[in-house]
Structure formats: structure tokens, C-alpha cells
DNA sequence: CGAGCGGTTGAGGCATGTCAAGAGTTGTGG
DNA sequence: CCACAACTCTTGACATGCCTCAACCGCTCG
């Protein structure tokens, strides 16, 4: 047990409604770790024998294929990642790899299996995080697919702004090199989007955003429910990048 | 009870292993529904009310935004759709359209999410059938966002050769049209690769594909079981396109 | 202070989309 | 059975979106 992150932990939808007994013998199985910035803790194609859970920090979700990669998610505390891997016993799909010092408490893949077959209420919230998590990247899928970068990088602005708590002026929870790349674009090519989109209602200054013309933005970006939320909670791999701050 | 559809559905992961007495009771629930060609059987954005099974015919995905559409996967018997979506009593993220003359068993949303709360072989089946689904998409992403459309469309053909079971030579699941959409191409830059492709080991007649240098396609698509599979098992919408006929 | 890194900007090139036309195929109705 | 319409597929010409390469700025940190 450590109590200074169990209670954080026990918030998440995903274990909010097990049995305490459970819950409990489940931590006490786990551990926590701590990793320095920049260090790959998951490479791609590895066992999955740990549910991971951020509860300090931030992880980089990378896809790499022929020397090549990009960002899939940045996942932020608390939340977990990689649960299905864990849960198919199967190879991860994705490298993981911190932004920053992190602390990861560590969860055993098979006590974790074991569990939701003991446990209903468990059992039911997986099912929730995964059918979740599910969607996200599915709504991810189709906003590469049906939008252009300008398209995608006006969306994200726009929405950024919006879990932001619709203020009209906020900071880039990310470099922008990895937004590019999560956005599927070079930074080169997001550098100058940005600097186009000043005639579209939104002006940048460094990390700093400023809505100027929400309404011109939105125009661009035409925000849609079924691509863009609105079901996005943080507390999943598959919501991609962290709100921002405002 | 449909004694001609049950057996099938029966022997699909998802259900394989519910008891019996449930699973009949989930059954006498559902109906079949027959719907001809080209018809839109679910509209993006509407509330999911019934799970999907295709036991006849093949239906099309589609993600649809701002007047454009693209094809995210191609279902076929037997197997089941929108599942996510019934799981978070939410809207739709994509229109069903069928392809051909479709025969559909509609398992009522509630009476699914009402199941897996009393049997608990069902709810596990439901989380390995979600875990995989997520992968399959995830999979999907990474084949987006890190090959250009000459690597997808290589990658493509050489699946669907393997899908095929290893056959040098088959024919085309789906049109090329519809291809070229779930490969986030348009249907002259698709027609236009395949003929440059020829020099690289595979031969295009009609929608006959000839496998000429096998090595030769390879060292373009790079196969990666991190992307292409392996687990790429028919039972599930998100495994996308299905597999050829040699 | 200098190296390294993120970000920006410009020039040029390649990949991909758009528009248009025509061949081949399928389906339909007279 | 044929004629016609509608559709897919292909090909060409052209436009453009995006990437690549390179240089430079500013910042951070050893």
C-alpha cells in the first residue's frame, strides 16, 4: 500500500467501483517507479506485463515503423495506459517514452486479469474504459483521415481553448514539435499553419494562444461531436493530448 | 430463437463462452432485419440502440465531416459492429452503409449492457473483444500517420495475400473505389500506384492481384506485426477490411 | 562561452488532390 | 434483345499541399 498515491489512483473511473478488498490487494501487488525525463520505460513490441498508471509527470505514446515515428498520445496524471495490451497478454503496440521526471505506479498485467474476472464491478468499468478509450481513437482515425493539417491544427487550437474552460488565451501543454507530430505534420509545416491561421481568428506568441475571432475559427475548424468530443476525460491513453493550461 | 442464425453467432468469441440460458435469452430479444444494397442502416450521430451482426452480405463504415466521407472498414459474416458504441449508450461515430443485400441480428443495447453485468464469461469476452478492437484501430492509426499511400497500398496487398492464406494470386475483397478510401487515397492517385507498382513485384489485372517477387513487395511494405497484425482475427469491425478470396 | 535544441523562415521538389475526358461494365426498362 | 443511363476505372494535365533541406535566431545549460 502507499497511501500518498493509492487515493488518487482509487478516483479513476477505472477502479472507483471495486470492492475496497480488491482494489487494495491489487495495489499491494503493484509498485511505483520513478524514471527521468526523456527515458524510453516501454518499447514497442515488448510483453505487456504492466498496466501502467501516471501519478506524477508525463509519457510520450509513440508509434515507430522503418526508422520512423510519431507521437499518439501524451498521457498525463492520473491516468493509465496500455491496459489492452494488458489485457490481450499481447505485445505493446506503442513506445512509451517520459517527458519529464515521472512516477509510474506499476500494476501486474495477470493480477489485473485475474481481477475482473473476481470482481463485476471492476469487470464493468474495464469494459467502460476500454469501449472509451475505443472511441477516441477511432474519432482520431477520422479526423486524420477527413481533415486536412490546417483543419487539424485549427481543431486542436479550438479545443484546447475549450477544455481550457473556453477562455479565450492559454498555453500549449506541449512543445510544438510534438504537436506536430502528433497532428501527423513536420514542424516546419506547423510553424507556418500557425502563422497562416492569424488570419483565421487565432494568434500565437511563442507557446501562448489567443483567440481573437472564436467564431472565424470555429468556421475553419467546424468542431463536430462525433470527432472532437465530446466524451473526452483525460483519463485515458486513447484521449491524446492533455488539456492545456489556461 | 433463429435456429438458422443462432448457431453462427453462437460460435463468434463474443459469445462463445456465456452460458447458454443467457445467451438464448439475449437472442429471443434481437431480431434479424434484411436490408437491400447501398442502403444507410445507421447514421453518424445517432443514439446506438442494438448491437450489429452481419450474418449475410457485407456492410460499410464510414466516418463522415463536413461533407466528405471516408471508409474506415468493411464488415462481414459473421461478425459484430458498433459494439463501443451500445457499451457507452452513445451516438454512433459512423454511418453503416451496405454494401450488397445484408441480412443484420439487432441485439438490444440495454439487454447487452444488462448481460455482462450477470454473466461474467461475457463481460470478459466483451473486454477481450474490446481490447482487440482498440488494437486493431491503433494499428490502424500507426499505418496512417507513418507510411505514405505507396507503403499502405504495398502493405495492403501483401495481407491480403497472406489473409489469403500465402496465395501468390487472388482477387480483390472490394472495390477499388472503396479501397482507395480506407487507404485515406483518392481513386485515381489508388490506380495510378498500383500501375507504379508493378516494378515492384505485383500485377494488377482487374481486380485480379498478381504476386510476381513477393521479397521485392515485402522490402517496400515493410510488414510489421505491430501494424498488420498479427492478431488480425474477421470476428471484429475495427480489423478493417476483410480477407480476399484466392 | 559554445554546444545543443526548439522554433522559424525560405527555396525547391515531390506527392497527392482536382478536374476532365473516355473506355469498359453493369443494370434497367422499353 | 437492345439502348441507354449510371457507374467504376483509367489516364492525362494541372494545381497545390506538404515535405525536405538549409540557414538562422534565441534560448538553455553545461
Known amino acids: 500500500m502507499r497511501p500518498d498515491t493509492d487515493p488518487q489512483i482509487r478516483h479513476l473511473h477505472l477502479f472507483r467501483d471495486m470492492a475496497q478488498a480488491n482494489f487494495a490487494e491489487l495495489m499491494s501487488a503493484s509498485y511505483v517507479q520513478a524514471f527521468p525525463p526523456g527515458l ?13 498508471i501516471v501519478v506524477q509527470g508525463s509519457v510520450e505514446l509513440v508509434g515507430q515503423w522503418a526508422g520512423r ?69 477511432v474519432r482520431n482515425a477520422k479526423s486524420m483521415k477527413l481533415r486536412n493539417s490546417r ?41 507556418r499553419t500557425l502563422r497562416t491561421l492569424e488570419t483565421d481568428g487565432v494568434k500565437i506568441d511563442g507557446a501562448r494562444v489567443i483567440i481573437t475571432d472564436r467564431a472565424r475559427l470555429a468556421a475553419l475548424a467546424k468542431p463536430d461531436k462525433l470527432i472532437d468530443g465530446p466524451d473526452t476525460h483525460a483519463e485515458e491513453s486513447g484521449s491524446g493530448l492533455p488539456a492545456a493550461r489556461s
Open 69 to 137: 515515428e510519431c507521437t499518439m498520445a501524451v498521457v498525463r496524471p492520473v491516468s493509465t495506459f496500455i491496459l489492452a495490451a494488458c489485457i490481450r497478454d499481447a505485445p505493446y503496440l506503442m513506445t512509451a517514452r517520459t517527458l519529464e521526471r515521472t512516477r509510474i505506479v506499476l500494476v501486474p498485467a495477470s493480477d489485473l486479469r485475474a481481477m475482473f474476472r473476481r470482481d463485476t464491478e471492476f469487470a464493468v468499468a474495464v469494459i467502460n474504459e476500454l469501449a472509451s478509450c475505443y472511441r477516441s481513437v
Open 151 to 191: 483543419e487539424r491544427v485549427a481543431s486542436y487550437l479550438l479545443r484546447q481553448s475549450i477544455l481550457a474552460g473556453g477562455v479565450p488565451a492559454y498555453t500549449l501543454p506541449v512543445e510544438k514539435r510534438l504537436l506536430a507530430s502528433y497532428l501527423g505534420m513536420t514542424p516546419e509545416n506547423l510553424s
Open 40 to 52: 524510453e520505460m516501454i518499447r514497442q513490441g515488448d510483453p505487456a506485463d504492466f498496466l501502467h
